[in-house]
Every structure is written in structure tokens, then in C-alpha cells.
């Protein structure tokens, strides 16, 4: 049993649905807030490959497993921290996101067409890979905005703009706590 990262780490953790930006948004918000930038499945693919073979030869199952250890390290780590899509799954992954501030963000099934396509992430390996992604979302977004202290859309507008608000919101709530807002 892990026990939970503990608060004063105080990571800004990203989450949200494949192809929201969080790999691209965190790299710059950290680069911003002068802070270690860590994503999990970046972690995962170093230490065991790339994920659709996880997936081809363990399962997701054990893909999961070890997304849960990145996660896990990357919240010790601190900095501004992007999860995998699924990550907000496990349980254990919700209860640490508890103590850190959690920016969700969001996009439109129109604009994340663009941004998947030719993928190979191993859970749109279907022949309509929108339509399995909107099913995904609909499934995970309770678990998201659970989770989230905050949430962005990065469906329009310059990707600075997004990055300027995580950055202004994230220095705003330093030391006040989480707000529950919503921005767009």
C-alpha cells in the first residue's frame, strides 16, 4: 500500500482527456513558474517502453500499475506534474491529488480530432477514434472534475492564453488553497 504524496510538495497536477494539451501546456507553465516539469507517461514510456506495447504484451491492467507508480513519484517531485488520460482511475491517484492544486483541461471533440489524428494511443485503435474518445470522456469526466480545483478549455485561442491563466491561477492560489473555479 502507498501512502499519500504528502502537501507540501504542492504539485500543480494537469489532467484531463487525450489530446487536452497537457504535455504542452505543463512544459510551459513550469518553464513560467521556474519549476521541474513531470509527466507520467513520458516516465512510464522510459522506464518501460513505449505504451501501446505495454499494452500489446502486459495489458492494460499492468499499464495501470505502472502509471500508478510515475504518478505517484512525479506527486513526490512536485513542479507541475501532467497525468496520463486515465490516470484519475485509480483511487489512490484521486485520494494524493487531494493535497496538490488540479487543473483540468478540456477540449472540444471537434478540435481533439485534429490533434489525434494518426495516433497510436492504444485505447483509439477503432475505426471511428472520435466517437471511442467522446466515450472515454464521457466516462472519465465525473473523475476529472472531481479532482479539479480548476478548468481550462484549450479548444480555442492561442495556447499562451491558456498558459497565462494556469500561470495566474497558480500563483494566485500559492498559498490561499484551491479556489474551485472555473475559467475558460
Same mark, same amino acid.
Given at each position: 500500500m502507498t501512502t499519500p504524496t504528502t502537501p507540501s510538495t504542492d504539485a500543480i497536477v494537469l489532467v484531463g482527456p487525450m489530446g487536452a494539451g497537457k504535455t504542452s501546456i505543463g512544459r510551459r507553465v513550469a518553464k513560467r513558474l521556474a519549476v521541474g516539469f513531470y509527466d507520467s507517461d513520458v516516465a512510464v514510456v522510459r522506464a518501460h517502453g513505449p505504451i501501446e506495447d505495454i499494452f500489446a504484451t502486459a495489458g492494460e491492467e499492468r499499464f495501470r500499475e505502472l502509471e500508478?507508480?510515475? &504518478?505517484r513519484v512525479g506527486l513526490e517531485t512536485g513542479g507541475v506534474v501532467a497525468l496520463g488520460g486515465g490516470a484519475v482511475m485509480d483511487a489512490a491517484t484521486r485520494a494524493d491529488l487531494a493535497h496538490?492544486? &488540479?487543473v483540468l483541461l478540456t477540449v472540444t471533440p471537434e478540435v481533439v480530432a485534429s490533434r489525434l489524428a494518426d495516433t497510436t494511443r492504444p485505447l483509439l485503435q477503432t475505426e471511428d477514434a472520435l466517437a471511442r474518445w467522446?466515450?472515454?470522456m464521457e466516462q472519465r469526466r465525473p473523475l476529472?472534475?472531481?479532482v479539479a480545483d480548476v478548468v481550462f478549455d484549450t479548444s480555442t485561442g492561442p495556447l499562451s492564453d491558456v498558459v497565462d491563466a494556469i500561470v495566474a491561477w497558480a500563483r494566485k492560489n500559492e498559498s490561499t488553497g484551491m479556489s474551485g473555479a472555473t475559467e475558460s
Open positions: 500508478r507508480e510515475a &504518478v496538490h492544486r &488540479v467522446s466515450e472515454i476529472y472534475e472531481a
